[in-house]
């Protein structure tokens, strides 16, 4: 269940560098634009409601980690952002006109199935620029109850000392809609409840090396200890946001 890239690897620094040259970086104004346009779809088909939005921080690395129940998650989330965000999502949506369209709005492919060298190396590099990185920490679609989570959202937070801040998505799958059964009703209400920002491991902020340095580098035991811990406390803190949100929206 915890797969750590890059875990106690000597060569594991050199692999990145490696991926580093092959990797280029997300477009920033093209997350921008795929804001704007998640804007118009999200709010013209379905009747969002935002939450807590204003906890996001307004500058500097921040993680996005949300729960993940439905194929909108993402745009939702995407549109509904104050600021232009960078989503990890599987290659295999990459086909055809939709890739490059997923990589013209700055989304990031990665190969579930590996350590992608390209895909980690993107995604830090973007956090020490100051971007905004959104992750299923579930690894795919399920129940979205942050239940289960894969290592990648503690290794990334770890690694880069970026905050994270739960989002909850709530309503997106209640029901099929009547002409699509694949999305919720046209014009259903779908809750988006950002949370207070929180750091991966506890009583380190990401500003003490300067907001967005990577920071815990290392190897062997103690690097696997840290992300053990990370994720431990990640889950908690994803699960009582979620309770939270329920109480919130009365879902």
Do not use: C
């Given at each position: 269940?915890?797969?750590?890239p890059?875990?106690?690897?000597?060569g594991?620094?050199?692999?990145?560098?490696?991926?580093?040259?092959?990797?280029?970086p997300?477009?920033?104004?093209?997350?921008?634009?795929?804001?704007?346009?998640g804007?118009g779809l999200?709010?013209?088909?379905w009747?969002?409601?935002?939450l807590?939005a204003?906890?996001?921080p307004?500058?500097g690395?921040?993680i996005l980690?949300?729960?993940?129940?439905?194929?909108?998650?993402?745009?939702?989330?995407?549109?509904?952002?104050?600021r232009?965000?960078h989503?990890?999502?599987?290659?295999?949506a990459?086909i055809?006109?939709?890739?490059?369209?997923?990589?013209?709005i700055?989304?990031?492919?990665?190969d579930r199935?590996?350590a992608d060298?390209a895909?980690?190396?993107?995604?830090?590099d973007?956090l020490?620029?100051?971007?905004?990185?959104?992750?299923f920490p579930?690894g795919?679609?399920?129940?979205?109850?942050?239940a289960?989570?894969r290592a990648?959202?503690?290794?990334?937070a770890?690694?880069?000392?970026?905050?994270?801040?739960?989002v909850?998505?709530m309503?997106s799958?209640d029901?099929?809609?009547?002409?699509i059964?694949?999305?919720?009703p046209?014009?259903s209400r779908?809750d988006?409840?950002?949370?207070d920002?929180?750091?991966?491991?506890d009583?380190?902020?990401?500003?003490?090396?300067?907001?967005?340095?990577?920071?815990?580098?290392?190897?062997?035991?103690r690097?696997?200890?840290a992300?053990?811990?990370?994720?431990?406390?990640?889950?908690k803190?994803l699960?009582?946001?979620?309770?939270?949100?329920r109480?919130?929206?009365?879902?």
């Amino acid at each position: 269940m915890r797969r750590h890239p890059g875990r106690g690897e000597a060569g594991g620094e050199v692999s990145l560098l490696s991926a580093r040259r092959e990797a280029s970086p997300p477009s920033e104004k093209g997350a921008e634009v795929g804001r704007r346009i998640g804007v118009g779809l999200m709010y013209g088909l379905w009747r969002p409601r935002v939450l807590g939005a204003w906890k996001v921080p307004a500058s500097g690395p921040v993680i996005l980690a949300v729960n993940h129940s439905h194929n909108i998650d993402g745009p939702m989330v995407m549109g509904v952002a104050p600021r232009p965000t960078h989503f990890l999502i599987k290659k295999e949506a990459f086909i055809g006109p939709l890739g490059a369209f997923l990589t013209g709005i700055g989304q990031l492919k990665v190969d579930r199935t590996a350590a992608d060298r390209a895909a980690i190396t993107q995604a830090l590099d973007l956090l020490a620029a100051g971007g905004v990185l959104g992750i299923f920490p579930e690894g795919t679609r399920g129940e979205g109850d942050f239940a289960s989570l894969r290592a990648g959202l503690a290794y990334f937070a770890v690694r880069s000392g970026a905050p994270v801040v739960p989002v909850a998505v709530m309503g997106s799958s209640d029901r099929p809609g009547r002409l699509i059964k694949a999305l919720p009703p046209v014009r259903s209400r779908v809750d988006v409840v950002f949370g207070d920002p929180f750091d991966a491991i506890d009583g380190v902020r990401s500003s003490d090396k300067g907001g967005g340095g990577r920071r815990a580098g290392g190897s062997g035991r103690r690097t696997r200890r840290a992300l053990d811990e990370a994720t431990e406390r990640i889950q908690k803190q994803l699960t009582a946001h979620l309770e939270n949100a329920r109480r919130l929206t009365g879902r």
